[in-house]
Each structure stands twice: as structure tokens, then as C-alpha cells.
């Protein structure tokens, strides 16, 4: 079993993404199980053709963990992809991260955690507590980062990239990095930037998704990319980062870069 996470910024377009990814998998026969770990809980939610599925945390806080079931969290999806949503507290009470916490112990618990691949879709602006676990624990080996060319972008991958580093020293946790994603804002010298600073942090910028209307058109009808255009040239992006995440062999230490590298690099790639 193959488990991997993503993670990134809030609205870099992990979900995006994740679900994209997962659908192509799920296309070509792969078992997937797709965790949403944001408390916005719309990882899933094109997969789901619109639906937004009850979170954990709701369930167990509603019912306490001991009396929920596989069904009543674990939902199928577009492509037979197996969606959960780890969901998060309400505003202003509680900690964002339990709900993955809460997620991790109850599909334990039930035996979920399976399949040829798991896809965890994490977000990655406070690399805290819960948000760490899909790292932590042995869970996700391999780490993809999502980032465009901004700024506030490249700084998030740059922490989280830092949180791998720590973490690789420890003996529990086997995670590393697996590579960037660049999800495109078109940005100047976006592209080169973005490998740029892969390179930097000892890895590869392994996939180069455009920014896209069709994204959105799909969005609009409740769907992936995958679903609603398989014949459009996103969906063939997502398929071959499908296909290089099935082949994945490279993981690296990252090195991460200080403020000011990482501002000095931006800099770089932005004519003035
Ligand atoms: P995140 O999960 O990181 O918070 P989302 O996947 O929800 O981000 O994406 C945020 C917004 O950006 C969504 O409205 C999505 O449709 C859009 N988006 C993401 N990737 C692309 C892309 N490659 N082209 C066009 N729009 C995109
Ligand atoms: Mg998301």
C-alpha cells in the first residue's frame, strides 16, 4: 500500500488536486482511499459529485467513537475512490488539528485504513499537532508539496519541508519528500521558480499542472476534471501525475531555505 499526502497552502489547490489524482488512480483500477485533513472539509467533495459527507469529528462528537461504523464515514465516490473527511472544530472552540487526530484513531479502530493507495490531503499553513500526523505516525511516506510561484505560497512548502526535515530524524516516522507540485497562478517565472526552489530544498519539482478554465467549469458542474473532461488536456496532466506518483521512487531530506533565501529567490524570477 502506497500512502501518500499533499500538502500545501489554503487555496493552492490541494483538493483540487488530490481528487484529481485520486480519480485518475481509481481510473485505471487502483483501490483509493482519499482523507480530507482540512477543517474545510471540501476535499472530497467532487468525487462526491457535490456532496458534503458527515466529518468524523461531527460523528464523534455527536456519538461518541465507539458507536460509528465503516459506512457511516467512509463514502464511494467518482472512480470508486473512497472519500472520508476528517472535518474540523467549530469556529472559535477547539483545536483545527483533532479532527484528524479523531480521524486517524477511528479508522484504525475500524480497519479503514486500506487500499493500493491512500491520499491524504492535508492542509499545510500550521504544520501543528494534528496536521503533522499523516507525517508523523508512519502513515504517509511520501510527502508532495503543493505550491504556485507566490510568495506566501513558497514560504508554507518551505515550513512544511522544515517539518519533514524534523521529523525525518525521528525513528517512528518514515516520511520524506517526494517531490513539488507547482499548481500554477501564473505568476512571472513562475515555472523556473518554482523548480528553482525545489532544487534548493533538495528535491524535484515533478509536476507542472496549468491553471485552467476547465478546473473551474468542472468545479461548477460538481465534478473532477476527470469525470467531466476526460478528454481535455488537464485531465491528461492529472493522468501522468497519476502515473508518476504510481512510479514514485525518489525521496529526499529537504533542506529548507531561510526567509530571507526564499524572499532573495522570489526575487530572482520577478523582473522589476
Ligand atoms: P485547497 O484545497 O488547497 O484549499 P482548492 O483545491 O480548493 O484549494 O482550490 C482553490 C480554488 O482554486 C478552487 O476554486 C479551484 O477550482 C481552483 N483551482 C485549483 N487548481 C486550479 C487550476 N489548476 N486551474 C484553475 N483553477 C484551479
Ligand atoms: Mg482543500
Not at 508523523?136 to 508539496?145: I, K, T, W
Not at 513539488?180 to 513562475?190: F, H, L, S, W
Amino acid at each position: 500500500m502506497k500512502q501518500i499526502a499533499l500538502y500545501g497552502k489554503g487555496g493552492i489547490g490541494k483538493s483540487t488536486t488530490s481528487a484529481n489524482l485520486s480519480a485518475a488512480l481509481g481510473e485505471v483500477g487502483l483501490d483509493v482511499l482519499q482523507i480530507g485533513c482540512d477543517p474545510k472539509h471540501d476535499s472530497t467533495r467532487m468525487l462526491m459529485h457535490g456532496a458534503w459527507i458527515p466529518t468524523v469529528l461531527d460523528l464523534v462528537r455527536e456519538r461518541g467513537e465507539g458507536e460509528i461504523t465503516t459506512d457511516e464515514v467512509v463514502f464511494t465516490g467518482y472512480a470508486g475512490v473512497r472519500c472520508v473527511e476528517a472535518g474540523g472544530p467549530e469556529p472559535g472552540i477547539g483545536c483545527a488539528g483533532r479532527g484528524i487526530i479523531a480521524t486517524f484513531q477511528l479508522l484504525e479502530r475500524l480497519g479503514a485504513l486500506k487500499g493500493d493507495v491512500i491520499v491524504y490531503d492535508v492542509l499545510g499553513d500550521v504544520v501543528c499537532g494534528g496536521f503533522a500526523m499523516p507525517m508523523r505516525e508512519g502513515y504517509a511516506q511520501e510527502v508532495y508539496l503543493v505550491t504556485s510561484g507566490e510568495l506566501m505560497a513558497l514560504y508554507a512548502a518551505n515550513n512544511i519541508a522544515k517539518a519533514i526535515a524534523r521529523l525525518s530524524q525521528r525513528s517512528r516516522s518514515s516520511c520524506s519528500l517526494a517531490g513539488v507540485i507547482c499548481n500554477a497562478k501564473n505568476t512571472e517565472g513562475e515555472e523556473e521558480l518554482v523548480r528553482e526552489f525545489a532544487r534548493r530544498i533538495n528535491s524535484e519539482m515533478v509536476a507542472y499542472i496549468p491553471r485552467s478554465r476547465t478546473v473551474q467549469l468542472a468545479e461548477i458542474h460538481r465534478q473532477t476534471v476527470m469525470e467531466y473532461a476526460p478528454a481535455s488536456e488537464q485531465a491528461a496532466v492529472y493522468r501522468s501525475l497519476a502515473a508518476q506518483v504510481t512510479a514514485n521512487t525518489r525521496s529526499s531530506i529537504p533542506t529548507p531555505l531561510e526567509m530571507d533565501e526564499l524572499e532573495d529567490l522570489a526575487l530572482q524570477f520577478t523582473p522589476v
